[in-house]
């Protein structure tokens, strides 16, 4: 499989290019995710022109429009960063990512609760670094999290699963444009937007319905910022549940009293969190194999990114 291309965080991968000349390497993402991700490292304070090392900086005044100043000389790098980034962003455009990995609490990359101080020398923690921020406003639809944020299993779960449905999308794009292809698409991916947004599920499912009578360009563009808002909600063991007692559904004529009632039982401990969201998935994915169920055996639902990455190990 051609790897996933995301922007990240240039001094995450292990770069000395932080400001006092270190890095802050994580190998969640270098090693275990790089195995399936093509990085396209970004770091704004150097790639604006500032020198490693250099004087560090921080967010003051309103949080919504900070300013970027140098801690001790009180430079303003507010014009610099932005012109930069303005650029930057649009030239990431041909590049195809399929999200952004930013690194927490800095003023330049962290994508939310960063520090600014106020006027008093008082730092609120509501602010965006600022080629965050600019990146987020151009790509509001693209999949982004900090390396912070990716330590919480359920959010590491949500992030990856939506790198590789933007990734299938993307594939969808690169094909020539048809109604069917986009069905096609569709049908896998049912059950994994009903584990998201079931009023989502809905909305699309009319939207596929209604296909025919809508100009193929609008139509893919309204799937795709329905699927993409769809998959930014989290979740849940009961919205799981849901689902899974649905494919269940798909296997009454065949699975005897002794399977249902086992299914059921795990699906139940897996609702009340005594179990990971893996054991109920493991064992439908064996009925679907036993079976030869054809619906569910293309639901990506079922496996939604590598087992590898045992993600669902630990939701
Ligand atoms: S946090 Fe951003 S600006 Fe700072 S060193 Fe890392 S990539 Fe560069």
């Not at 609120?124 to 330590?151: C, N, Q, S, T």
């Not at 599920?201 to 993409?228: F, S």
């Not at 990114?305 to 630990?314: A, D, V």
């Amino acid at each position: 499989m051609e790897k996933i291309k995301l922007g990240i965080s240039t001094c995450l991968l292990g770069e000395n290019v932080r400001y006092d000349g270190g890095h802050k390497l994580d190998r969640f993402l270098t090693d275990t995710l790089g195995q399936y991700v093509a990085y396209v490292p970004v770091c704004p304070e150097v790639e604006c022109g500032l020198p490693i090392p250099r004087e560090s900086m921080h967010l003051e005044g309103d949080s919504e429009s900070p300013r970027l100043v140098t801690l001790k000389t009180k430079q303003d790098m507010t014009e610099r960063m932005v012109n930069w980034a303005n650029k930057r962003v649009v030239e990431l455009e041909k590049e195809g990512l399929c999200g952004f990995i930013f690194k927490s609490d800095s003023p330049s990359s962290g994508m939310e609760r960063v520090r600014v101080y106020n006027e008093k020398g008082l730092p609120v923690k509501k602010g965006v670094g600022m080629f965050a921020r600019i990146f987020i406003e151009h790509y509001p639809l693209l999949p982004v999290e900090d390396e912070g944020r990716l330590h919480d299993p359920k959010l590491r779960e949500n992030f990856v699963e939506r790198i590789f449905a933007l990734k299938r999308w993307r594939e969808v794009l690169a094909k020539k444009e048809s109604r069917g292809t986009l069905v096609d698409f569709h049908t896998q991916q049912k059950l994994l937007i009903l584990s998201h947004s079931s009023k989502h599920y809905e909305i699309m499912g009319k939207l596929v319905a209604q296909a025919k009578d809508i100009p193929l360009k609008n139509l893919y563009q309204q799937y795709q910022n329905i699927l993409m808002g769809a998959l930014q909600l989290k979740t849940t063991p009961k919205k799981n549940a849901n689902v899974l007692m649905h494919m269940m559904g798909y296997f009454k004529e065949q699975l005897s009293s002794d399977e249902k009632k086992e299914l059921l039982e795990v699906i139940d401990h897996y609702r009340q969190e005594y179990i990971p969201l893996i054991v109920p998935t493991t064992l439908i994915n064996h009925y679907v194999r036993k079976y030869d169920q054809p619906y569910l055996k293309q639901q990506v639902y079922l496996n939604p990114h590598p087992l590898e990455l045992q993600l669902r190990n630990h939701v």
